[in-house]
């Protein structure tokens, strides 16, 4: 299948720069025990396609690696972010990563499961890599922030990507661009939905 006339096959860094930006003003939630990582997953559970994503310290020397930090689930109403290092999430993330019903739309999915994998085990279902979806319709630039360009038309700022998510408090930037990043992929797989290109 083809992409439709008016859905162009790339953006250029000019045009990129040209968009408004986008930054998911919504409600975010910091789940912050078992009764908010409850109601979270009552949330998250209700809905058929949630935007997912992880964050991870990044490693600036050879050899060193960090386990995930964040995990970012959007849904229509909210965004809810699991500090993974502050406290046991295996249960419920296990029960939102294998729900069958609920969809996981996300940018390299392989490499967020691998890494969550290194924390507990699970069996992930019903997960949809947009990024993959952009590929087999003959798209070279599959990163969340050119398909954003693209099939939103908005700029998505990358900022604090490179911030330490193992921080205990999380910065209103990062808490932001974590945020918009999970609802990014949401609204991507909303309008893959509504071109016909899923």
């Given at each position: 299948?083809?992409?439709?006339?008016?859905?162009?096959?790339?953006?250029?860094?000019?045009?990129?720069?040209?968009?408004?930006?986008?930054?998911?003003?919504?409600?975010v939630r910091l789940v912050a025990g078992p009764a908010?990582?409850?109601?979270?997953?009552?949330?998250?559970?209700?809905?058929?396609?949630?935007?997912?994503?992880?964050?991870?310290?990044?490693?600036?020397?050879?050899?060193?690696?960090?386990?995930?930090?964040?995990?970012?689930?959007?849904?229509?109403?909210?965004?809810?972010?699991?500090?993974?290092?502050?406290?046991?999430?295996?249960?419920?993330?296990?029960?939102?990563?294998?729900?069958?019903?609920?969809?996981?739309?996300?940018?390299?999915?392989?490499?967020?499961?691998?890494?969550?994998?290194?924390?507990?085990?699970?069996?992930?279902?019903?997960?949809?890599?947009?990024?993959?979806?952009?590929?087999?319709?003959?798209?070279?630039?599959?990163?969340?922030?050119?398909?954003?360009?693209?099939?939103?038309?908005?700029?998505?700022?990358?900022?604090?990507?490179?911030?330490?998510?193992?921080?205990?408090?999380?910065?209103?930037?990062?808490?932001?661009?974590?945020?918009?990043?999970?609802?990014?992929?949401?609204?991507?797989?909303?309008?893959?939905?509504?071109?016909?290109?899923?």
């Amino acid at each position: 299948m083809t992409l439709p006339d008016e859905i162009q096959q790339r953006i250029s860094r000019e045009s990129m720069m040209e968009l408004p930006i986008l930054r998911y003003e919504g409600e975010v939630r910091l789940v912050a025990g078992p009764a908010e990582a409850e109601r979270a997953l009552a949330d998250i559970l209700g809905e058929e396609v949630v935007g997912f994503d992880t964050e991870t310290r990044p490693a600036f020397r050879k050899g060193e690696s960090y386990r995930p930090s964040l995990a970012q689930f959007a849904t229509a109403g909210a965004v809810y972010l699991f500090q993974l290092q502050r406290q046991d999430y295996s249960a419920a993330m296990r029960e939102v990563l294998g729900a069958a019903r609920t969809v996981k739309a996300g940018v390299s999915l392989a490499d967020d499961l691998k890494s969550l994998r290194g924390l507990f085990e699970f069996e992930a279902r019903a997960m949809l890599d947009v990024g993959h979806v952009a590929r087999r319709h003959g798209l070279k630039q599959t990163g969340v922030r050119n398909l954003a360009g693209i099939f939103l038309g908005l700029r998505i700022p990358k900022g604090t990507k490179t911030s330490n998510w193992a921080a205990p408090r999380l910065s209103e930037q990062q808490i932001r661009y974590a945020a918009t990043d999970a609802w990014a992929c949401r609204e991507l797989a909303l309008a893959f939905r509504r071109l016909g290109l899923t």
